[in-house]
């Protein structure tokens, strides 16, 4: 090996360990910020009668931990809101806390962003269904391998799902009726999705799709701007139709090393001939995050879920779910 190559090698290596480190104090440091607020609060709500059964004590320990995780994560991202105008991927509230020991169990947590993903609300905003929005999730459903024909359907029964009339867009005569005949045992809600899960209940949408879907999916309140920072691919894709999805995943790549500062700087980087996004409908920062709190108390287990919505800096909760 030449002189050049074992320098430009020992380079590169000494780049990986310096990053490989300076991943590890960042989650060190999350770690310790995270047991020093449980295990001071614990000690104070231990006072439980000898009188409880040692199950439901566990429990409530465990469900609290899961809880006390999460307000930890609502604090991280309160001083993230007044440091930072961008939210990517490579920001200290995206590391995940590694279970950690704390009196008698273990508690962990994770911050996932949900703002980089296609929010099925947007698809219906009042009475109206969204037409971009409706090609935007056909080619969001092509992407994982569903046929044109099979992803115009399930996409006109989902929007049947949401409006608010009791025509279907398939066979134009009663909604519920034709939902019936292709499967479904609910009736359609007229409404926005409360979770994604709510996907299985509408014809087209099997347990094997819902699976595929789910890291690109989101139903938040809308209206919502999708954060091109935080968004996939497949997602960037589906949103830009002059966008190929080649080309998308180049532009999360090159997206690594330098994160878009504006949705004019998104849009200057986008491949030749390609129309980029409305400053109304994409943002570089990140408004619905999903707080997720795990713990382990004696012999319980607790796992809570929750949306947060980050308009103001203290993050306010949509919905909770304990799982």
Not at 97 to 119: H, W
Request: charged residues 25%.
């Amino acid at each position: 090996m030449s002189a050049p190559s074992r320098a430009s090698s020992r380079c590169a290596e000494s780049g990986r360990r310096r990053h490989q480190r300076g991943a590890a104090v960042i989650t060190a440091l999350l770690t310790v910020a995270l047991v020093a607020g449980i295990a001071s609060a614990l000690v104070g709500n231990y006072g439980i009668s000898l009188e409880s059964l040692a199950g439901r004590h566990d429990q409530s320990q465990a469900r609290w931990l899961a809880r006390a995780a999460v307000d930890w994560g609502r604090n991280v991202l309160a001083d993230d809101f007044g440091s930072n105008t961008v939210d990517h991927l490579g920001e200290t509230w995206a590391v995940k806390v590694p279970p950690t020991p704390v009196e008698e169990g273990e508690v962990s947590g994770e911050l996932r962003d949900v703002s980089g993903r296609f929010n099925l609300n947007n698809l219906v905003v009042g009475e109206d269904a969204d037409e971009d929005a409706a090609a935007a999730f056909v080619r969001l459903l092509e992407s994982v391998g569903v046929s044109n024909a099979e992803a115009t359907a399930a996409t006109l029964n989902l929007l049947d799902w949401m409006d608010a009339d009791s025509v279907s867009r398939l066979t134009r005569g009663d909604e519920r009726s034709a939902m019936g005949s292709a499967g479904s045992h609910a009736l359609p809600p007229n409404a926005q999705l409360a979770h994604e899960d709510e996907l299985l209940q509408v014809p087209g949408f099997d347990a094997q799709l819902v699976a595929r879907l789910k890291p690109f999916i989101a139903a938040l309140p809308a209206p919502s701007k999708l954060n091109v920072n935080t968004a996939s691919a497949e997602v960037l894709h589906a949103m830009l139709p002059d966008l190929n999805l080649d080309a998308a995943r180049i532009l999360v790549a090159e997206r690594e090393r330098a994160w878009f500062k504006d949705v004019a700087d998104f849009n200057a980087r986008l491949p030749e001939g390609a129309q980029g996004f409305d400053p109304a409908v994409a943002d570089v920062r990140s408004r619905h995050i999903i707080a997720t709190g795990r713990a382990r108390f004696g012999l319980a287990v607790a796992r809570m879920e929750v949306l947060l919505d980050r308009q103001q800096r203290w993050p306010t909760i949509v919905w909770q779910r304990i799982l």
